[in-house]
């Protein structure tokens, strides 16, 4: 005769109740299974940021393309000639000369009866007509100007001499930069020529021509190591009467000081 309590204990065993665990449950986990399935979010974490670090290569890689073409604002192609005098339209001629500095100081005639510009602090000297007004501008600029018999008050400039002298510290660039720049900021609303090398007053420098209603000569010419001079001659002579000869013996009699 079978115990109530050895039925108890064939019952559970027969419907898997059992208390005892089975010989499954005491196996470790398969490893094949269980690396399955922790490397799937791995791989796709690997996936995501290797996406993000190539899109931030690209953005590195704009901006660094987008810095050098803006950084080329006066990478200018700047023939050579030897020397440029007078220039102006308004002469019939431009004269080019081939001259060393030391041969380029030329004796100036007609200038009898002429005044000397002369003045402490400023590092330039130059013989101007008497009839010819100076005038101080704000900006450092020295103003030449004498009215033609033609000239109307408070009209544009269109017939007389006029010239200006202004020396300037190069503020970090090179002469050829100082020239470029003021090239593409006259070429924002005038056609004016590139600039090309020559000389004045015996130095080596850069001279452009801009056309339109102001037209004018250039002129950039370093005087030391640190400043450098800017000349613009807008002399107009549509009446013959001289103007433009007088400003290029201007430019002729031009000296720098230390």
Same mark, same amino acid.
């Given at each position: 005769?079978?115990?109530?309590?050895? $039925?108890?204990?064939? $019952? #559970?065993?027969?419907?898997?109740?059992?208390?005892?665990?089975?010989?499954? #449950?005491? #196996?470790?986990?398969?490893?094949?299974?269980?690396?399955?399935?922790?490397?799937?979010? &791995?791989?796709?974490?690997?996936?995501? =940021?290797?996406? *993000?670090?190539?899109?931030?290569?690209?953005?590195?890689?704009? =901006?660094?393309?987008?810095? *050098? &073409? %803006?950084?080329?604002?006066?990478? /200018?192609?700047?023939?050579?000639?030897?020397?440029? *005098?007078?220039?102006?339209?308004?002469?019939?001629?431009?004269?080019?000369?081939?001259?060393?500095?030391?041969?380029?100081?030329?004796?100036?005639?007609?200038?009898?009866?002429?005044?000397?510009?002369?003045?402490?602090?400023? $590092?330039?000297?130059?013989?101007?007509?008497?009839?010819?007004?100076?005038?101080?501008?704000?900006?450092? =600029?020295?103003?030449?100007? !004498?009215?033609?018999?033609?000239?109307?008050?408070?009209?544009?400039?269109?017939?007389? /001499? %006029?010239?200006?002298?202004?020396?300037?510290?190069?503020?970090?660039?090179? /002469?050829?930069?100082?020239?470029? !720049?003021?090239?593409? #900021? !006259?070429?924002?609303?005038?056609?004016?020529?590139?600039?090309?090398?020559?000389?004045?007053?015996?130095?080596?420098?850069?001279?452009?021509?801009?056309?339109?209603?102001?037209?004018?000569?250039?002129?950039?010419?370093?005087?030391?190591?640190?400043?450098?001079?800017?000349? *613009? $001659?807008?002399?107009?002579?549509?009446? &013959?009467?001289?103007?433009?000869?007088?400003?290029?013996?201007?430019?002729?009699?031009?000296?720098?000081?230390?």
């Amino acid at each position: 005769m079978v115990s109530m309590e050895e $039925n108890t204990t064939q $019952n #559970q065993e027969a419907f898997g109740g059992g208390m005892a665990p089975s010989p499954l #449950q005491n #196996q470790p986990p398969q490893p094949g299974v269980v690396g399955v399935v922790a490397s799937t979010p &791995k791989r796709k974490n690997n996936f995501i =940021a290797l996406i *993000i670090f190539a899109f931030l290569i690209i953005l590195i890689i704009a =901006a660094v393309v987008y810095f *050098i &073409k %803006s950084s080329k604002t006066t990478n /200018l192609s700047i023939p050579s000639i030897t020397k440029i *005098i007078g220039n102006s339209e308004n002469s019939g001629s431009q004269e080019i000369v081939e001259a060393t500095p030391a041969e380029s100081r030329i004796l100036v005639g007609g200038t009898e009866g002429w005044s000397t510009f002369e003045r402490e602090g400023v $590092n330039i000297s130059f013989k101007y007509p008497k009839e010819v007004t100076i005038l101080d501008y704000s900006d450092g =600029a020295i103003v030449l100007r !004498l009215w033609g018999p033609t000239q109307k008050e408070g009209t544009e400039f269109y017939d007389g /001499l %006029s010239m200006s002298f202004k020396v300037a510290k190069f503020e970090g660039k090179t /002469l050829k930069e100082t020239a470029g !720049l003021k090239y593409l #900021q !006259l070429k924002e609303f005038s056609e004016v020529t590139p600039p090309v090398v020559g000389l004045l007053a015996g130095t080596s420098g850069y001279t452009m021509h801009i056309k339109g209603i102001f037209s004018a000569d250039y002129y950039y010419v370093p005087i030391n190591e640190t400043l450098y001079l800017e000349v *613009i $001659n807008g002399t107009k002579d549509p009446t &013959k009467a001289g103007y433009s000869q007088q400003a290029e013996t201007v430019l002729l009699t031009l000296e720098f000081k230390p």
